[in-house]
């Protein structure tokens, strides 16, 4: 009953710049918790945590990205960002938005997934 729907992928030069956006809607009334996280899988390899963020506005992120990724979200707009800089050919992957949901009175959490949107880094 929630949709992730993400935007901001495409093609991008080593050394570039991409913000990717997921916007959640849906059955989203009596939200008590609600955390979020950027995962990406590129061509053979398994899906990877690239950055996380609570409620409460706490981050981590994979070391990999760390000092070039920052995971922000605005919770009135239920809506998660992936600011992405000096992005290397490495970054090339499917990037994946996850939220988990937990809302009064009802057994939980609910995890719901985007379905994806592409990012190409040329050299």
């Known amino acids: 009953q929630v949709q992730l729907v993400e935007s901001g992928g495409g093609l991008v030069q080593a050394g570039g710049s991409l913000r990717l956006s997921c916007a959640a809607s849906?059955?989203?009334?009596?939200?008590?918790?609600?955390?979020w996280g950027w995962y990406r899988q590129a061509p053979g390899k398994q899906r990877e945590l690239v950055a996380h963020?609570?409620?409460?506005?706490?981050?981590d992120y994979a070391d990999s990205v760390k000092g070039r990724f920052i995971i922000s979200r605005d919770n009135a707009k239920m809506t998660v960002y992936l600011q992405m800089i000096s992005l290397k050919v490495e970054d090339t992957a499917v990037y994946y938005c996850?939220?988990?949901?937990?809302?009064?009175?009802?057994?939980?959490?609910?995890?719901?997934w985007g379905q994806g949107t592409q990012v190409t880094v040329s050299s």
């Open positions: 996850n939220t988990r949901i937990l809302r009064l009175g009802v057994p939980g959490p609910n995890i719901y």
């Open positions: 849906g059955s989203l009334s009596s939200i008590n918790d609600m955390n």
């Open positions: 963020i609570t409620s409460g506005g706490s981050a």
